[in-house]
């Protein structure tokens, strides 16, 4: 039987798997590897094209503002970074590659900051204060971050190389030094702010006083700053990357079942707009692992004072925790004597107090954040306060908003640097 009897008996499959062998092995691998380049750029939220194909010419600030306050548009009127654009440093184009780089990658920022302790709460001097009427900018970490943190060395050097003196403050049980009570910190904790900057106030009554809040530190800063209104010595403040809704952010990171259609129901009615609802129920995997990350670090945060927590909260339920909800429910909720999860979220978030504002406050939020939601920035209250600037960008990532062809300047850093010179 010759081959051309035997191609017409030959099934289809037969004929195309044969088809196939003839195609050289090249082409498949290539394939392969464009197709997982693809998924790569999809999943991380990749926009190197599109910035290609606008010549990284960059994206605009949009500026939220009360248009009848005269404060805010004469402060604009000072500010061209906040007028401006930013342009995405091009081999970071995407929010997670930024995200992660501040990251994992902050040893690349070796700067040297002074370090002097105190009991519980330790403050970190980037420069010795010497003249009393020298501005001073005290610096509010994020959740598990401190002094060593990339972010915090490049805006204290940045500030202290323009003549300013800097304070650095880390959350109790951070920086190196030990829990000496049972009193801890959380996301809505202003207690030991408020004492810092008394302190400091009474120290330099002549200086003028301002602070930066970074992710949860920009949520107790501006919860700060709505509870004591007037009465803050502050002159001047700047919330970057804030969560703002607690209950909103971190319901992001709760998985809903199929079988929870209820209580689906039930959050929809409590007032979950379209947006947020969809979110809610069908997170991306990569926030997952953004969960995962902040629950390693605050379980790495309880080791290290396991011998009060074990007496005062769930150690059991603390080291078993899968999420930052799973945390908060067995050590944050109950250290802080909040009756449930939701309300301790509740009670914590720093949307409650945004009409409260009294001082100048400039808010940065990249629409890109893959921790802190759009979806929770509180367009409407900022717009009403005539001391609120909010700046907005659709690029940035979480604290980073790298600029630059290799990555060495954060222009939120610049943006707070032109806007407290311009206040002061």
């Given at each position: 039987m010759d081959s051309g009897m035997l191609a017409a008996n030959a099934s289809p499959y037969d004929l195309l798997v044969q088809a196939l062998a003839l195609i050289p092995i090249s082409y498949y691998l290539f394939a392969a590897l464009f197709i997982f380049l693809a998924f790569l750029y999809t999943f991380l939220e990749i926009h190197f094209l599109h910035d290609l194909l606008t010549l990284f010419r960059g994206y605009p600030v949009t500026l939220t503002y009360n248009s009848s306050s005269h404060l805010c548009q004469s402060l604009l009127s000072n500010c061209n970074i906040l007028r401006g654009w930013y342009s995405v440093t091009p081999w970071l184009s995407g929010p997670h590659l930024q995200t992660v780089f501040l990251s994992v990658l902050e040893g690349l920022l070796r700067l040297l900051i002074d370090v002097t302790e105190g009991r519980s709460r330790v403050i970190d001097d980037s420069a010795a204060i010497k003249r009393d009427k020298t501005p001073i900018m005290i610096v509010i970490p994020g959740l598990t971050s401190d002094s060593s943190s990339a972010y915090a060395k490049h805006l204290a050097f940045n500030m202290a190389r323009n003549g300013w003196n800097v304070v650095v403050s880390n959350h109790r049980g951070l920086g190196g030094v030990s829990l000496t009570s049972d009193c801890f910190y959380n996301a809505g904790y202003t207690e030991d702010l408020r004492k810092l900057i008394n302190h400091i106030h009474c120290e330099y009554p002549e200086a003028p006083l301002f602070a930066v809040g970074a992710s949860i530190g920009a949520n107790i800063l501006v919860k700060y700053l709505g509870e004591d209104g007037t009465n803050t010595p502050l002159v001047g403040a700047a919330a970057i990357c804030s969560p703002w809704d607690l209950l909103v952010s971190v319901s992001f990171y709760i998985k809903v079942e199929p079988s929870a259609a209820a209580t689906t129901a039930k959050f929809i009615k409590d007032g979950c707009s379209g947006t947020i609802c969809d979110r809610f129920i069908n997170r991306k995997p990569v926030q997952k692992m953004y969960d995962r990350a902040l629950t390693v670090g605050l379980k790495g945060?309880?080791?290290?004072?396991?011998?009060?927590?074990?007496?005062?909260?769930?150690?059991?339920?603390?080291?078993?925790?899968?999420?930052?909800?799973?945390?908060?429910?067995?050590?944050?909720?109950i250290l802080g004597k909040f009756e449930t999860v939701d309300t301790f979220y509740r009670r914590s978030s720093s949307v409650n107090h945004v009409s409260n504002v009294s001082v100048t406050l400039l808010c940065i939020s990249a629409l890109d954040d893959p921790l802190c939601t759009r979806e929770a920035i509180p367009w409407d209250e900022c717009r009403v306060n005539e001391n609120i600037i909010l700046a907005t960008t659709p690029r940035g990532g979480h604290l980073a908003f790298y600029e630059g062809i290799t990555a060495s300047s954060l222009w939120w850093v610049r943006a707070v640097d032109e806007f407290f010179g311009v206040k002061d």
């Open positions: 945060y309880a080791q290290l004072h396991q011998s009060i927590l074990s007496r005062l909260a769930d150690w059991e339920g603390i080291t078993k925790s899968r999420s930052v909800r799973d945390f908060d429910k067995h050590a944050t909720r």
